[in-house]
């Protein structure tokens, strides 16, 4: 029966991934749970790609400028080390980790913590970025968010990238990029 672990006083664990355009709220929302898990007094830990600096370098910061406390690190195997007896870990901008990501978060569902993630699903060509399609194939739970086309208002889901250089991976703001819809990021490739 699937009450009788919880009888005998185990944890269970779960995976939630936040995903979505840039511009979306994907952070916002990742803050939003994690205010949420602090109010509820359970133990956190947050995590950040250590190179992205755009904000804050210890600091998870929303586009809106809200902000929580996290610990930047180089790899998702450092999640294993640091996340030690907490109810919740929270990880943001999870496409820019390595193919360790999911199953570090699987190893944090398995330990009973509640893992919460967001990252963009797609890059700024619409390809799927990094490992966000294998943690959106083993997330218990999907929030897709979505932001609004700045050239017709329509919903995006889109991170359009305004200028022609850099890889897939090409850190920036709205000098960079602006959220659009399929329709008007098609007609300006």
């Known amino acids: 029966m699937f009450i ?12 939630e ?3 979505g355009s840039m511009f979306s709220g994907k952070t916002e929302e990742l803050i939003r749970r994690l205010k949420r898990v602090e109010i509820a007094h359970l133990k956190a830990e947050i995590f950040k790609p250590s ?13 809106d400028e809200n902000k929580i406390q996290s610990t930047p690190i180089d790899n998702s195997q450092t999640i ?3 996340a030690q007896d907490v109810d919740v870990v929270g990880i ?19 330990k009973g913590m509640r893992v919460i993630v967001a990252g963009l699903d797609m890059d700024y060509q619409g390809k799927p970025f990094g490992q966000m399609p294998n943690l959106l194939a083993i997330a218990d739970y999907i929030t897709k968010l ?13 991170s359009y990238r305004k200028i022609n250089t850099g890889g897939q991976v090409l850190l920036g703001e709205k000098d960079i990029y602006e959220p659009r819809c399929r329709v008007c990021a098609a007609l300006n490739k």
């Open 92 to 110: 943001d901008e999870a496409q820019f980790f390595d193919d360790q990501i999911a199953p570090v978060c699987e190893a944090l569902a398995l």
């Open 51 to 63: 190179f992205d600096t755009r904000y804050d370098e210890q600091k998870i910061v929303s586009h």
């Open 4 to 15: 009788e672990p919880i009888l005998r006083g185990e944890r269970r664990g779960w995976i």
């Open 146 to 158: 979505h932001a609004i086309c700045v050239v017709c208002g329509n919903i995006a889901n889109v």
């Open 80 to 82: 294993l080390l640091l």
């Open 17 to 19: 991934v936040i995903c």
